[in-house]
């Protein structure tokens, strides 16, 4: 069993950043970020490998979300800038699937955190 733990969302204005934080219970092979509005599925964010190396993102934030993972804190994390109110989700962690963006892969997930981006 995995266990995680996601912190940092909030509310901010249009433009503004976040960086959202995952603390996992042990080590995890590939981590994501997901996010889900109310009403919506579920849509992937972003996937890195273990070592980082290699990450992926949907197209909607390329370029203004970066994904990086720290081994030795077991730690995953999310840092989001020029945030548009379209960013406005519940965003989850998740651990035990692959690079794809694709929410039946994950395995575990945390309980989320809100952000909220106002125009």
Not at 41 to 65: L, P, Q, W
Not at 84 to 97: F, N, R, S, V, W
């Amino acid at each position: 069993q995995v266990q995680l733990a996601e912190s940092g969302g909030g509310s901010v204005q249009a433009g503004g950043s976040l960086r959202l934080s995952c603390v996992s219970s042990r080590y995890t092979i590939s981590m994501g970020w997901f996010r889900q509005v109310q009403g919506k599925e579920r849509e992937g964010v972003a996937t890195v490998k273990s070592d980082g190396s290699i990450a992926n993102y949907a197209h909607s934030v390329k370029g203004r979300f970066f994904i990086s993972k720290d081994n030795l804190k077991n730690t995953l994390y999310l840092q989001m800038n020029s945030l548009k109110p379209e960013d406005t989700a519940m965003y989850y962690c998740a651990a035990g699937g692959g690079l794809a963006l694709r929410e039946a892969d994950f395995t575990y997930w945390g309980q989320g955190t809100q952000v909220t981006v106002s125009s």
